[in-house]
């Protein structure tokens, strides 16, 4: 449950700022241009106009960011503390736009744990470019196997005779990396404190 917990903590904290939409999709601006224009009283003071060098008239503020603002500094400070390979596993991971310059360090972490010891080179070579694949395509749980077969060039029935189990080798080490990487983030951002 902690995993989850940490989970949705690291995506919201990794997540782009995006400002809020109106029903027709378009931005809403700081002062709503759309608007009738209200008539004073003969009473009340005309409201000034908008400046050029101001966004907004005197005596208002906004928001300028998220309430959690501070919070998700504090755990992007704490990705950053980890050990390097497991702070590219949460940023590529759980990360709205990753970088894809992330890709070749963590198919090197990845590939080292793999049991590819008694593998010939050539099934070692259609691993790696089967990894190179679910990483790009950001399949960590659950991927398209046919998409697979067409990558490393080999039949359906080949795919399942010879590589299916390593494909599922790279899952259960995603799966590890994953609870690692999220163990050692939430134990760091604990003591922290």
């Not at 809403?28 to 050029?52: C, H, M, W, Y």
């Not at 709205?96 to 890709?103: C, G, M, V």
Request: hydrophobic share 35%.
């Amino acid at each position: 449950m902690f995993l989850d917990e940490t989970r949705t903590l690291i995506m919201e904290a990794l997540a782009t700022y995006q400002p809020s939409r109106t029903d027709d999709g378009s931005e809403r601006s700081i002062f709503n241009v759309g608007s009738t224009k209200r008539v004073a009283n003969d009473n009340e003071r005309q409201p000034e106009p908008l400046s050029a060098t101001c966004s907004r008239r005197k005596g208002t503020s906004k928001l300028n960011c998220s309430e959690d603002v501070f919070e998700h500094l504090r755990v992007q400070r704490t990705i950053k503390s980890l050990p390097t390979h497991l702070a590219k596993w949460l940023v590529y991971r759980y990360g709205e736009n990753p970088s894809s310059s992330l890709i070749p360090s963590l198919v090197n972490v990845v590939i080292d744990e793999l049991p590819l010891d008694n593998c010939r080179k050539p099934t070692k070579e259609k691993v790696q470019t089967m990894l190179i694949e679910r990483l790009t395509r950001r399949e960590f749980v659950d991927c398209l196997q046919r998409n697979l077969f067409e990558a490393i060039g080999v039949k359906k029935q080949t795919y399942f005779e010879c590589y299916a189990k390593h494909n599922d080798n790279i899952t259960d080490q995603f799966h590890a990396l994953d609870e690692l990487a999220l163990l050692s983030f939430f134990v760091a951002h604990n003591t922290h404190i």
